[in-house]
């Protein structure tokens, strides 16, 4: 094995990790269902700081995040995209725990095309035949879903768009992805703060009632920064063409762990609704994996 293939192995198999822990995620939200969804994200925040300061110090580069959080340049961005990042995450939380896996598996099956839609919104880049006719074809899928099922389409539609704001802000800020996410979660820590007093003043709060739940409101940081790890070493070894079609093993998972795991059902209406956009997403991964063989001899 080459030293090209063993780097490649690599990216693979952290792909894989990554993807597969974000798409077992609702198992482990679900150990938590008896704490408020806000406490929970509050605590995913701290704890993640927590563990992005000691990998940031661990590779030399707390001064890149010190530097980042005085910028004000960067600040204002990256306080833009964690305001999104904290809408996601309080709302997939709630949804897990409120048995609406599949309307939030949904709202990831979505994001790649809302993707494309925000580079032609805001980036002004062009759309080819195959990516219209997809973002076509699930807009039917959605069309449908707020038809048979208006009362959890919100949840999709706020993960798909908050997750592809998120994207977007972060596109445009020029900052190491670990970087970015510490100054995101330290922006975040002051209310997080700020919201677990009030709440131990108010009913008191989840964290330190049990061994068990405090457990796992602490390895709430391991579970959001040992997947974006993974994914940074993935990108850097990995074709994106290869990200681009592995990042529906996370949706994916989540799907099954809804139907097969946490006794969901599909309605007639959401059956037809996943279809579609299946469809359209087999669509525009053909048409990624096609754009990539044209790109190949050009480079060449």
Request: include cysteine; proline fraction near 4%.
């Amino acid at each position: 094995m080459t030293q090209a293939e063993a780097e490649a192995r690599r990216g693979l198999l952290a792909a894989i990790g990554a993807y597969g822990l974000w798409g077992l995620l609702p198992l482990f939200f679900r150990l938590l269902h008896h704490v408020d969804p806000t406490e929970i994200v509050t605590q995913r925040v701290l704890w993640s700081l927590v563990l992005i300061l000691g990998i940031l110090a661990a590779r030399g580069t707390l001064p890149a995040f010190r530097a980042a959080l005085g910028n004000r340049r960067l600040v204002l961005p990256l306080a833009g995209s964690a305001v999104m990042i904290a809408i996601n995450w309080l709302t997939y939380v709630w949804a897990v725990n409120d048995n609406h896996v599949l309307a939030a598996s949904l709202g990831y099956f979505l994001n790649p095309l809302v993707n494309v839609l925000l580079g032609v919104l805001v980036l002004k880049e062009r759309l080819r035949r195959a990516q219209l006719l997809a973002i076509a074809v699930a807009a039917a899928g959605v069309a449908i879903l707020a038809a048979s099922a208006l009362t959890t389409l919100w949840i999709s539609l706020t993960l798909a768009f908050s997750f592809a704001f998120y994207g977007l802000l972060r596109k445009l800020t020029p900052v190491a992805p670990m970087t970015g996410l510490g100054v995101e979660t330290a922006l975040l820590t002051p209310l997080a703060i700020a919201y677990l007093l009030w709440e131990a003043g108010h009913g008191g709060i989840g964290f330190g009632q049990d061994v068990p739940t405090t457990a796992l409101l602490i390895l709430a940081g391991g579970v959001t920064t040992v997947p974006l790890v993974l994914f940074a070493m993935a990108a850097q070894r990995l074709p994106m063409s290869t990200l681009g079609l592995m990042q529906y093993i996370a949706p994916t998972l989540q799907f099954l762990c809804g139907i097969l795991l946490l006794g969901e059902r599909l309605s007639t209406g959401q059956m037809l609704s996943f279809g579609l956009i299946w469809i359209g997403l087999i669509l525009f991964a053909s048409d990624g994996i096609a754009a990539a063989r044209c790109r190949r001899p050009a480079a060449a």
